[in-house]
């Protein structure tokens, strides 16, 4: 394993040094570990609906929450939603700065909103006031659809890039905020476009300390959006760049939470329990290795104390590809006719059925010394 950890010393190395900013009880920024975000797709009104989804995504290993709140009875709603909520609750609001005066009584952990959408400066200050109060951060949140007049015209005429127009747009909604004395923000500056995504984020790491949300907004659906997102915020984050990520996908905000663990898996960035690598299959595989490496991930899903195990487990169909190219696991199956060897860090325990091989490794993951 010396390989892999060598990698994580890289990337943590190079991460952007960042102010540190507390959501509830998870900090982001600084050399705190990266945390993983959604937001709710329920009617925030219902207070029980959306108390059950941030359940959901807490159980599979969301960090923080956000709920959106586009009116007074979203806002009434959030007294029971912060108080029942396992997680930190961030309020969305638009527009209506009296919306997030009342998301801040409500005991949220954060905010979501842009100073330039909520009216005229006295309406700023206000919040500004009531959230510094509270201990409650900002996060400044630009999305390349949403840009000001000014600096849309600007794109249009290529006197900025998209990019660099985002960047300047969150300054510029940064130093509202600043000028009221408050500076516990955070900054986002989404688009659906990876390479503006990436120009955006690396200006803005040059040339702020605030912490950064990253992610690819309007990702799209299932595994476009999964690759998607993965490319834009594993690109960012092999460059040391964001605190906390969000997986913007069209689907039940649970399936953005498991792509963001094993985006941050992927990168050596966090522990999330056993991580299964398995080859790809050639003509030499006489072994059902797709079989056994899907049935052995519902085996680890459905019991949340494996689930917590950290250890890699290999699935490979020949000799040729394990243990030798994945003795780098801890735990791993290499197939042969009809059967197999079980081998823990590229050296053979024993001989299994490819029929009993799911079972023997589970075995295998439990004895596992953390």
């Known amino acids: ?65 956000r709920v959106s709140v586009p009116d007074a009875k979203a806002a009434d709603a959030l007294q029971e939603i912060v108080v029942n909520s396992p997680l930190p609750v961030v309020a969305d609001i638009h527009f209506d700065y009296r919306l997030a005066l009342k998301a801040i009584e409500t005991g949220v952990a954060k905010l979501r909103l842009n100073p330039g959408n909520i009216g005229n400066i006295e309406n700023v200050k206000s919040v500004a006031r009531a959230a ?13 659809g949403s840009l000001e007049n000014g ?31 408050f500076h516990d923000i955070v900054i986002s500056v989404k688009a659906s476009h990876v390479p503006v995504t990436f120009e955006a984020y690396k200006r803005l790491a040059n040339l702020c300390d605030y912490p950064l949300h990253i992610g690819i907004t309007e990702a799209g659906a299932a595994m476009a959006g999964i690759i998607k997102s993965s490319v834009g915020i594993g690109s960012l984050l092999a460059e040391g760049i964001g ?85 780098s696991a801890d735990i791993g199956f290499a197939g042969g006719k009809n059967c197999g060897i079980i081998f823990r860090k590229g050296k053979k325990i024993g001989k299994v059925t490819a029929e009993n091989a799911v079972e023997k490794l589970i075995e295998e993951i439990k004895a596992f010394d953390v």
Not at 27 to 53: C, W
Not at 161 to 173: D, H, N, P, R, V
Not at 300 to 327: F, H
């Open 1 to 65: 394993m010396a390989g892999l950890k060598g990698i994580k010393i890289m990337l943590f190395s190079n991460r952007n040094k960042t102010n540190v900013v507390n959501v509830g009880n998870i900090p982001i920024g600084g050399t705190n570990f990266i945390s993983v975000q959604s937001m709710t797709n329920t009617d925030t009104r219902n207070a029980g609906d959306t108390l059950r989804q941030i359940k959901k995504i807490k159980e599979l290993g969301g960090d923080i929450v």
């Open 243 to 327: 605190d906390t990520i969000r997986v913007s996908l069209t689907g039940p905000p649970e399936e953005e939470i498991k792509a963001g663990r094993r985006i941050l898996q992927a990168l050596g960035l966090r522990a999330y329990g056993p991580e299964i690598i398995s080859c790809p299959t050639c003509g030499r595989t006489e072994v059902d290795v797709l079989r056994i490496a899907e049935e052995l991930q519902k085996e680890i899903e459905s019991d949340l104390k494996i689930a917590k195990i950290n250890c890699t487990i290999a699935v490979m169909g020949c000799v040729v590809n394990g243990p030798g190219e994945a003795s």
């Open 151 to 181: 600096l849309a015209k600007s794109v249009l005429e290529r006197r900025f890039s998209l990019g660099e127009a985002m960047c300047k747009s969150a300054l510029a909604q940064a130093s509202i905020l600043e000028d009221c004395d």
């Open 132 to 144: 510094k109060d509270k201990n409650v951060p900002i996060r400044i949140g630009v999305n390349a």
